[in-house]
Every structure is written in structure tokens, then in C-alpha cells.
Nanobody, 123 residues
Framework: VQLVESGGGSVETGGSLRLSCAASGLNVRLLSMGWFRQAPGKEREGVAIIGGDDSTRYADSVKGRFTISKESAKNTLNLQMNSLEPEDTATYYC??????????????????WGQGTQVTVSS
């Protein structure tokens, strides 16, 4: 299994970015997957989750600004991020295959991880 994130970069406050996670060795259509982020000195936190049934969940801090989606034809997970704020600055990680029941947003619930892509939002 391999997850490869792309799409990170530097934007100003209010800007947008679209992250993608290309998956191999698993079928994104069938699995629960998510986007997590980790800022320097902070714990990794769940941002957006999409279930095997395509149900979605969002952290309160990103509701109304971020949208998670699957692109089955490309076996890819996406995260559209709008109205970005400096507080969104972090390394963003793609995760797949939820193996443990819990809050959906705990990193320990997911088995496979990408290497991360950096998002920097300047004020």
C-alpha cells in the first residue's frame, strides 16, 4: 500500500489549495479515509474524514471551508481547502483503512499513512 500526497504550497490568508492523495494497493472507494494535519509542536489532528459509504465528517475548525471527496476513477482522495487561515498551516497527511472504532478523528484508528505535504498560509 502506498499513499502519496500532493498539492501543498504557500498561499495568503483567504486563498485556496486542493490536496490530492494518490493511492495504490487499496481501493479508495471501499475504505474510510481521512486528512490529518500536524503543526510544529502540536499533535496530529483529524481534519476531514470520508467513510466507505461516502459519508463525511469535519473538524469544527474547518467546517464550511474544507471539502473531502473521493475520485474513484483515479483512486484518489482529495481535500479542497478554501478561505485558508494562518492557523491552517501544517503538514497534511492522508490516511486510509480505519481499523479501530472511535471518534473517527484519532490517528490511531488508521493503518496506512502518506508522507505528508506542507501547507503554509501567510497573513
Amino acid at each position: 500500500v502506498q499513499l502519496v500526497e500532493s498539492g501543498g504550497g504557500s498561499v495568503e490568508t483567504g486563498g485556496s489549495l486542493r490536496l490530492s492523495c494518490a493511492a495504490s494497493g487499496l481501493n479508495v472507494r471501499l475504505l474510510s479515509m481521512g486528512w490529518f494535519r500536524q503543526a510544529p509542536g502540536k499533535e496530529r489532528e483529524g481534519v476531514a474524514i470520508i467513510g466507505g459509504d461516502d459519508s463525511t465528517r469535519y473538524a469544527d475548525s474547518v467546517k464550511g471551508r474544507f471539502t473531502i471527496s473521493k475520485e474513484s476513477a483515479k483512486n484518489t482522495l482529495n481535500l479542497q481547502m478554501n478561505s485558508l487561515e494562518p492557523e491552517d498551516t501544517a503538514t497534511y497527511y492522508c490516511a486510509a483503512y480505519r481499523t479501530v472504532r472511535g471518534t473517527w478523528f484519532a490517528p490511531a484508528e488508521y493503518k496506512y499513512w502518506g508522507q505528508g505535504t506542507q501547507v503554509t498560509v501567510s497573513s
